[in-house]
């Protein structure tokens, strides 16, 4: 199966509040992780990465943090709005590999 | 401009015919992928190429065979199409030292009959 997972498959917030996504990761030698938007109809879309060697980047909106211990992955959203609706996938690439390791994804769905 | 670009963007066909679909890129990439998205939206590594090069190959039946004229294109052509291939199917390209951001294409919808 594949190594990289999610917590809950569906996230509903209210426009304005922070949403937090979270992953389970059971790969420990990938290099990176890295969040993935899909919005309904697209491909999907590169948000965010960090360096396995990282606990926390911020970049515009959003933080993404990675805890080792745990092999937990989380994506935060400050002050969700509409267009943030879309499913959220982690992703890693292993070590050796080219290619995108997907977890299952979250939908998460924002109301005005 | 679009970045990648797929087609078609819809497919419709009958058990047993033959089929492609065509991926073209124009960031000057030299790594491009293919997906695919299940209905569940899980998203698979099915083929990727470095430099026209077959890099990666997962366990895919070999009814699924792509082919890479130039670094700007990667096709997709499926024989003996059967009812568990419809998906939706994604090219995706990146640099190869920038692999873990790639940039997809807007998916080719299949649907076997």
């Known amino acids: 199966g594949e190594s990289v997972g999610l917590h809950l498959p569906t996230l509903s917030v209210q426009e304005g509040d922070n949403s937090i996504i979270n992953c389970a990761y059971s790969?420990?030698?990938?290099?990176?992780f890295i969040w993935y938007k899909q919005e309904s109809g697209k491909g999907p879309q590169f948000i965010i990465d960090i360096r396995s060697n990282m606990d926390k980047r911020q970049g515009q909106r959003v933080t993404v943090l990675l805890n080792k211990t745990v092999k937990h992955l989380s994506l935060q959203i400050a002050a969700t709005q509409p267009g943030d609706s879309a499913v959220y996938f982690c992703a890693e690439i292993p070590q050796a590999g080219t290619a995108l390791i997907f977890g299952k994804g979250t939908t998460l769905s924002v109301s005005s | 401009d679009t970045a990648v670009s797929q087609t078609p963007k819809y497919l419709v066909t009958q058990m047993g015919n033959d089929k492609s679909i065509k991926c073209e890129q124009n960031?000057?990439?030299?790594?491009m992928y293919w997906y695919k998205q299940d209905s569940k939206k899980f998203l698979k590594i099915m083929f990727s190429?470095?430099?026209?090069?077959?890099?990666i190959n997962e366990t895919v039946p070999n009814r699924f065979s792509p082919k890479s004229p130039d670094k700007a294109h990667l096709n997709l052509h499926i024989n003996s199409l059967e009812l568990g291939d419809s998906a939706v199917y994604f090219c995706?390209?990146?640099?190869?030292?920038?692999?873990?951001?790639?940039?997809f294409g807007p998916g080719t919808r299949l649907l076997v009959l």
């Open positions: 995706a390209s990146s640099q190869a030292a920038s692999r873990r951001a790639q940039y």
């Open positions: 190429y470095n430099n026209k090069e077959l890099i």
């Open positions: 790969n420990s030698a990938s290099d990176y």
């Open positions: 960031l000057g990439h030299d790594t």
